[in-house]
T-cell receptor, first 115, second 114 residues
Framework: AQSVAQPEDQVNVAEGNPLTVKCTYS??????LFWYVQYPNRGLQFLLK??????LVKGSYGFEAEFNKSQTSFHLKKPSALVSDSALYFC?????????????FGKGTTLSVSS | NAGVTQTPKFQVLKTGQSMTLQCAQD?????MSWYRQDPGMGLRLIHY???????DQGEVPNGYNVSRSTTEDFPLRLLSAAPSQTSVYFC?????????????FGSGTRLTVV
């Protein structure tokens, strides 16, 4: 079955430290991978995507993600965390359906950055 | 402002009542979809549409109906509300059905069924 997993429910980091939010996937064919962020009482916002090309993808707010085909991972990273980065992060993967494709989402990881 | 607009933002229903969650986008997006978000379960796809007049079921379609009479609007109907439908509902749209351009999400509707 095609799926995406976020193994950590919560990640805690101190402000200024690097952060990593993990994501692994299982899909047939070449994966299209996405990261979204959700702030409290808001909808999801697109951060970045991997379609093809360079394995290191840069996105909004200083975030980046590294695609690793051998480990089927797409971890989200940031060199220096900010308190304002505290939010719920979702990894998503494109899967085929009757209409062509749809996005399926992981369960989400809460990132908490302390000052 | 361009984007996806969902109404209402909050709603409380009694078991058995029906209602329609509204979703409208002004970006001329072809693809629209409805997700529900439940704690610890992420987002699950309810229904989607690839254009006016074309809809199909997602992962959790039972108890919900949709229609797409125009490109802009994609309402979600709860036929007979049940407590299990208590959730936060998100509408999302995309320029293309393949997801290459990412999805634009509305701000959500928080529904409580008592």
């Amino acid at each position: 079955a095609q799926s995406v997993a976020q193994p950590e429910d919560q990640v805690n980091v101190a402000e200024g430290n690097p952060l990593t939010v993990k994501c692994t996937y299982s899909v047939s064919g070449n994966p299209y991978l996405f990261w979204y962020v959700q702030y409290p009482n808001r909808g999801l916002q697109f951060l970045l995507k991997y379609i093809t090309g360079d394995n290191l993808v840069k996105g909004s707010y200083g975030f980046e993600a590294e695609f690793n085909k051998s480990q089927t991972s797409f971890h989200l990273k940031k060199p220096s965390a900010l308190v304002s980065d505290s939010a719920l992060y979702f990894c998503a993967v494109r899967v085929p359906n009757q209409a062509g494709t749809a996005l399926i989402f992981g369960k989400g990881t809460t990132l908490s950055v302390s000052s | 402002n361009a984007g996806v607009t969902q109404t209402p933002k909050f709603q409380v229903l009694k078991t058995g009542q029906s209602m329609t969650l509204q979703c409208a986008q002004d970006m001329n997006h072809e693809y629209m979809s409805w997700y529900r978000q439940d704690p610890g379960m992420g987002l699950r796809l309810i229904h989607y549409s690839v254009g006016a007049g074309i809809t199909d079921q997602g992962e959790v379609p039972n108890g919900y109906n949709v229609s797409r009479s125009t490109t802009e609007d994609f309402p979600l109907r709860l036929l007979s509300a049940a407590p299990s439908q208590t959730s936060v509902y998100f509408c999302a749209s995309s320029y293309s059905r393949d997801g290459n351009y990412g999805y634009t999400f509305g701000s959500g509707t928080r529904l409580t069924v008592v």
